[in-house]
C-alpha cells in the first residue's frame, strides 16, 4: 500500500524556521517525484514546490522561492521541506503528493501536517 | 501563470441527480489535466487525471471530459458520499496550479 505520512509541523513564530519530512512507503520512492502542496485554514490548494526523482530538478513557488528548500534521501525513502523566514501567510496544511510523472496528476498524498506561524 | 477558474463555487444536488462542475484554463493545458476530491478533514484524493481517465478506485459514477481549455466533471446519480470540495488541476505548465474549489452538497 503506499502510504506517505507528512511530520515535523507546530506552532513557529514569524521569522522562524521549521523543517518538514515525509517518509514514504509501498513503492519504489527513488523512481518518483514528489510535490508539496499546502492550504490554509478554510481555503483552496495551493502548489509549494516539486523534486524530481533523482533531484536534478526542484522548483518552488514564487511565494516561498529563496526561504524554502526542497532534498530527498532516496536511501531513507524522505524527503524533506526547509522553511525559513516563515510569514503568518505560510500558516497552512502542508501535503506531500506523489507525481505519477513529469506531466503526471498527483495520485497519491498525505495526510498533511499543520504549520502555524504566529506570535 | 495558468489560472484555473471553477463553477459554480457552490452546487446542490438531489440524491440520485446528475452534479456537472466546470473548470476553465486561462490558456490551453492540452489533457494535462486532475480532478481532486476532498472531504471534510481528508486529504485530496485523485479522482480523474488525463481529463477523463478514473482513477483507480474512483466510482464509475465520475466521468470528466473536455481538453484546451474547458473541462467537466460530471456526477451521473449522486450519493451521499459524494459530498466535498473537488478541484481541478492542470499539470502541463509550471507553477502547476489549482482552481479555487466547487463544493458539493446534498439538496
Known amino acids: 500500500e503506499v502510504q506517505l505520512v507528512e511530520s515535523g509541523g507546530g506552532l513557529v513564530q514569524p521569522g522562524g524556521s521549521l523543517r518538514l519530512s515525509c517518509a514514504a512507503s509501498g513503492f519504489m520512492f527513488s523512481n518518483y517525484d514528489i510535490n508539496w502542496v499546502r492550504q490554509a485554514p478554510g481555503k483552496g490548494l495551493e502548489w509549494v514546490s516539486y523534486?524530481?526523482?533523482?533531484?536534478?530538478?526542484?522548483s518552488y513557488a514564487d511565494s516561498v522561492k529563496g526561504r524554502f528548500t526542497l532534498s530527498r534521501d532516496n536511501a531513507q525513502n524522505s524527503l524533506f521541506l526547509q522553511m525559513t523566514s516563515l510569514r503568518a501567510e505560510d500558516t497552512a496544511v502542508y501535503y506531500c503528493?506523489?507525481?505519477?510523472?513529469?506531466?503526471?496528476?498527483?495520485?497519491?498524498w498525505g495526510q498533511g501536517t499543520l504549520v502555524t506561524v504566529s506570535s | 501563470e495558468v489560472v484555473m477558474t471553477q463553477s459554480p463555487a457552490t452546487l446542490s444536488v438531489s440524491p440520485g441527480e446528475r452534479a456537472t462542475l466546470s473548470c476553465r484554463a486561462s490558456q490551453g493545458v492540452k489533457n494535462n489535466l486532475a480532478w481532486y476530491q476532498q472531504t471534510p478533514g481528508q486529504a485530496p484524493r485523485l479522482l480523474i487525471y488525463?481529463?477523463?481517465t478514473r482513477a483507480t478506485g474512483s466510482p464509475a459514477r465520475f466521468s470528466g471530459s473536455g481538453s484546451g481549455t474547458e473541462f467537466t466533471l460530471s456526477i451521473s446519480s449522486l450519493q451521499s458520499e459524494d459530498v466535498a470540495v473537488y478541484y481541478c488541476?492542470?499539470?502541463?505548465?509550471?507553477?502547476?496550479?489549482f482552481g479555487q474549489g466547487t463544493k458539493l452538497e446534498i439538496k
Open positions: 523534486i524530481s526523482s533523482s533531484s536534478s530538478t526542484i
Open positions: 488541476q492542470q499539470y502541463n505548465n509550471w507553477p502547476r496550479t
Open positions: 503528493a506523489r507525481a505519477n510523472g513529469w506531466y503526471g496528476p498527483l495520485d497519491y
Open positions: 488525463g481529463a477523463s
